[in-house]
């Protein structure tokens, strides 16, 4: 069982592209879980035991600049998984693709093109990549994380 959940997890994790070396990336993948406890309800992010179709995920990339000197102009650029679709990002900088990777936007913004030539608003079954722009220098020794989450296939 064990096994087969790790494998599953591999197929949903996308590394995220790192612009500078010094700035160390991990990743990790929980659950969202909905739990009644006392007759309330509770929303609980764990480490996910099994994943099934419907399951609400939360992606985590931690950041941590390791090196000596701030990291400028650093870029996280994440793939979504084939077999996640797309739910929501914390965080205004973040910005989506709906074309593989090739331009960026804010998800209201964009236009998907359809086969007979004509264009359509975007949704978030289109997002293909999301994409962190740090503004600020990041501090040598500054950490952070950055989230979005998605919904099994």
């Given amino acids: 069982m064990k096994k087969s959940l790790l494998i599953l997890l591999s197929l949903l994790i996308a590394p995220p592209a790192m612009a500078q070396a010094s700035v160390a990336l991990e990743n990790e993948i929980m659950i969202e879980r ?37 990291a400028t102009d650093f870029v996280v650029t994440n793939p979504l998984p084939p077999s996640v679709t797309f739910d929501s990002v914390e965080g205004s900088e973040a910005v989506v693709s ?23 608003a975007a949704v978030p079954a289109d997002v293909t990549h999301i994409r962190w722009a740090f503004k600020q220098a990041i501090p040598a020794g500054a950490a952070g994380t950055l989230r979005f989450k998605g919904v099994v296939k």
């Fill in 34 to 70: 909905v739990v009644v406890e006392d007759g309330k309800r509770e929303v609980k992010v764990e480490v996910p035991k099994v994943v099934v179709p419907g399951d609400r995920l939360v992606f985590i990339i931690s950041y941590k600049n390791q090196g000596a000197q701030p």
């Fill in 98 to 120: 709906v074309d593989g990777g090739k331009t960026y936007g804010a998800l209201a913004a964009l236009q998907v093109k359809q086969a007979d030539g004509s264009e359509r």
